[in-house]
Structures are given as structure tokens and as C-alpha cells.
């Protein structure tokens, strides 16, 4: 997908222009195994074509847990959590099939009707531990997004 390959470049061009910043901020204090001392071909260097802002970011998290420091991070609780959205009791995806369904709903919302509330999760209680990812799996128009 052409949008995934320019927000992919995007992103490697920040991390590209973070990197030199901080190779130009710490020659002063190379280190042995230091990936802003990186050679002219490598992917560590910011300068090279063939930098690598994955490989880069890697080298750095190594290079700070070998000097025993951490990155912070922080776990989540909750307890008798609400998600809602607000929308129609009869939402559904749309497609080329029932697209003409929604002129309906848009014509309802011109005039003033209210979208009405929908409750998404209720009561729930959970613990994500520092690494972990949380994710809520459900059909299509379930608001799992939210």
C-alpha cells in the first residue's frame, strides 16, 4: 500500500533526523560499543543510505541497558470501567451494497435527531502488566476501536 510505504519513510525520516541530533551531540563521548560511532556504510549511521531507524533504535535501548540504566515503564488497573459511543441502535458497516441505506440516517441527523448512546463495555476490570498489550476483540461496528 502506497500510504504504508510513505508513512514507513515518514517515520524512518524522523528517526533518521533524531539520530544524527543526538550522533552530533554525543561524539564527545564515544563508547565502546557505541552505535553513534557507527561506520560510513552501516545501518546505525544517519548518514548512510543504508541507515536503518529500526536497527538504530535497538542499538541505543542495548547501549543504555549495558550501561545499566532502564527505560521507564508503567503498568494499568482499572476497575468497573464504562466505554460508550454514541450512534444508532441499528449501526452497521457500510458497503457498496447498503450505502444508500445511510442517506437516511444523514438526513435524520440535519433535522436535529440525537445520536443515542451506546454502551460499549461496562463494569470491567482489568490489569495490564508493564509489556504487555492490551486488546479488545469484537465483530466489525462492535466499537472495539474506541
Excluded at 545499566?68 to 470501567?81: T, Y
Excluded at 440535519?110 to 465483530?139: C, N, T, W, Y
Aim: charged share 20%.
Amino acid at each position: 500500500n502506497d500510504d504504508d510505504d510513505s508513512e514507513m519513510e515518514r517515520r524512518t525520516s524522523i528517526v533518521q533526523t533524531l539520530a544524527r541530533s543526538y550522533s552530533h551531540a554525543s561524539a564527545a563521548h564515544p563508547h565502546p560499543q557505541n552505535p553513534f560511532q557507527a561506520g560510513e556504510d552501516s545501518p546505525l549511521n544517519p548518514n548512510s543510505p543504508n541507515f536503518s531507524g529500526r536497527e538504530w533504535a535497538k542499538a541505543v535501548v542495548e547501549l543504555v541497558q549495558q550501561d545499566g540504566h532502564a527505560f521507564r515503564a508503567a503498568g494499568v488497573c482499572f476497575q468497573n470501567l464504562n466505554v460508550y459511543g454514541f450512534g444508532e441502535a441499528s449501526d452497521y458497516q457500510s458497503d457498496v451494497a447498503n450505502v444508500w441505506l445511510s442517506a437516511g440516517s444523514v438526513f435524520s441527523r440535519l433535522i436535529g435527531s440525537s445520536r443515542q448512546r451506546i454502551d460499549i463495555l461496562r463494569g470491567f476490570d482489568g490489569v495490564a502488566h508493564k509489556g504487555e498489550m492490551l486488546v479488545v476483540l469484537g465483530p466489525p461496528g462492535a466499537g472495539c476501536s474506541t
